[in-house]
């Protein structure tokens, strides 16, 4: 275990353990989703909502290996008034880095007019896709006269996505921009890398099965 590595995994450790939410499950579930492979990355997006009476929290962790990107969610829900009774819903995923079709970044920037090199993005937003799965957005269409009253039907967009995180410098602190941005060049490199390596691989296959193509060909031509 190299010391890079060894550090990474006591990276992610400190991490669970500050957002306070039941790092201990949660930690055992990581860990348990990882399998033995050694993080490179991590993010963890702590969301807290309220409805009603009720505050319901959930924790997303995203762990980056050589080969796997695994998915950790887990949510609490209340069980009685008191908040005495707590149930964790727990969900892991884990997606080979092969099957990773797009990494989508997406900044917020303040007073962009005043930009400077050294500004920090005050949101990021993270969307990561592999499945092929799309969300379609739709809403009434409309024209540039604001006395027109017909229907022009509806208008979209589709998005390709299946986890997307949301980081913001007033909710998370700047930090928590940077840690994803981190996080999403890391990604990157390793799914270059793999679509590379697997690339180079076939080219490889070919050149040791030379003439294959054109024995084909001759019996073909020879009939």
């Not at 995994?9 to 400190?14: F, N």
């Not at 819903?89 to 007073?111: H, K």
């Not at 793999?194 to 030379?210: E, G, I, K, L, W």
Request: proline share 4%; hydrophobic share 35%; with cysteine.
């Amino acid at each position: 275990m190299s010391p890079l590595l060894s550090a990474e995994r006591r990276s992610l450790d400190a991490s669970m353990e500050r957002a306070g939410f039941y790092p201990t499950l949660l930690a055992d579930v990581v860990h348990d989703a990882l399998d033995g492979r050694e993080p490179l990355s991590h993010i963890i997006h702590l969301e807290t909502h309220f409805e009603r009476t009720e505050v319901h929290r959930h924790i997303t962790v995203l762990v980056l290996t050589d080969d796997m990107l695994v998915i950790t969610h887990v949510d609490d829900q209340q069980l009685d008034e008191e908040g005495e009774q707590m149930m964790a819903q727990v969900s892991t995923e884990s997606v080979p880095v092969s099957q990773i079709r797009s990494v989508v970044l997406g900044y917020m920037y303040s007073q962009p007019q005043n930009y400077k090199p050294s500004d920090q993005a005050r949101e990021l937003t993270l969307a990561i896709a592999w499945s092929g799965g799309q969300r379609l957005d739709m809403g009434p269409a409309g024209c540039a006269d604001p006395q027109c009253e017909a229907d022009h039907g509806y208008t979209g967009t589709i998005a390709q996505e299946d986890i997307v995180l949301r980081v913001s410098a007033e909710a998370d602190g700047i930090q928590a921009v940077q840690n994803a941005k981190a996080f999403a060049r890391a990604l990157r490199k390793v799914n270059t890398d793999t679509v590379n390596m697997r690339t180079f691989d076939s080219a490889a296959d070919r050149q040791r099965m030379p003439g294959i193509g054109s024995r084909f060909n001759r019996g073909h031509h020879q009939r």
